[in-house]
């Protein structure tokens, strides 16, 4: 089955531009977005203890199979373009994938160093299972099994570095046009954030676009440092396909 392209899956871990990144679809004219909407049912399923655990099970459909239907019905709104801000960490071994085969997927990554040191901030003593690095490589060749080739991928760092190049560039691999609004948004909550949004958001709420590029790589050392060596092979092997 070839991939709809006006069903759009950006599959990152977290602390890695997807919000910002969602924020700037839905700043088009033309697209409907969802904010990880297998989050529910990944708590439930695996009975993860996130913040706002309960919250989230109460907000979404906590059936894998009842939200992938969903993911391929009528996109809202009317419009011409579905967004789905997804995380690796949430499609599960038991849940089926075969959905994916209906979406064009695209693979946001950052480098291993950036995401452990904003993960840290808010959860403590991070594992490699939370940063979602191996879950996004073992998509990433599953996707790249069904098409015969790499799927897209594209690196947050590079975003920030030059967004409407980096943007432009996304618009025209996925065939659709670029609009200078995906570069700005207002401040604050959104209607479509996840419920979870007053714990992870708050610096994405102070923007209203896209951060200045980022600077030397954290440090880090300890249990963290051990992380970064178990993440990074998963992240280089992905950025060798970049856009």
Known sequence: MRPD???IAMWSGPRNLSTAMMYAFAARSDCAVVDEPFYGAYLQASGMDHPMREEVIASQSADASVVARG?????????????????TLHMLPQFDRGFMRGLTNVFLIRHPARVIASYAKKREAPTLADIGFAQQAELFDEVASVLGHAPLVIDSGDIRADPRSALMGLCQALGVPFQGSMLHWAAGPKPYDGVWAPHWYGAVHRSTGFEEPEGALPELSGMFGDLLEQALPYYTKLRAFLL
Do not use: D, F, V
């Open 5 to 7: 392209p006006q069903r």
């Open 71 to 87: 993911l391929l019905g009528a996109i809202p709104k009317g419009k011409s373009l579905h967004y789905q801000k997804h995380m």
